[in-house]
């Protein structure tokens, strides 16, 4: 997969990030579609480092999906932690 890949599935990954917890984000739409983007990457690089599993070169792959969408969550929850209250 290239980096073009790698960012359309992060803006897919932000997208169900932000679907499974909702509320306000302190740097709104462009903020949380950037994290979804950079979780998509930091989820593939520990999936491939830590978890042993290497990333396949199809798009349509569920593990890597399962981990780019972890790792934007886990970047969205630190973000909110952070930066902002997610609900007011």
């Not at 709104?28 to 491939?48: D, E, K, M, P, Q």
């Not at 042993?52 to 909110?80: C, H, M, N, Y």
Request: cysteine-free; aromatic content about 10%; hydrophobic content about 50%.
């Amino acid at each position: 997969m290239g980096i073009v890949s790698w960012i359309i599935l992060g803006l897919l990954a932000g997208a169900v990030a932000k679907i499974l917890l909702p509320g306000r984000d302190p740097g709104g739409l462009v903020g949380t579609t950037l994290i979804g983007i950079a979780g998509a990457f930091l989820g593939g690089w520990i999936s491939s480092n830590f978890l042993d599993r290497p990333i396949q070169k199809e798009f349509f792959d569920l593990p890597t999906w399962g981990a780019a969408i972890g790792g934007s969550l886990v970047l969205l929850i630190g973000f909110r932690l952070l930066f902002g209250h997610s609900r007011d």
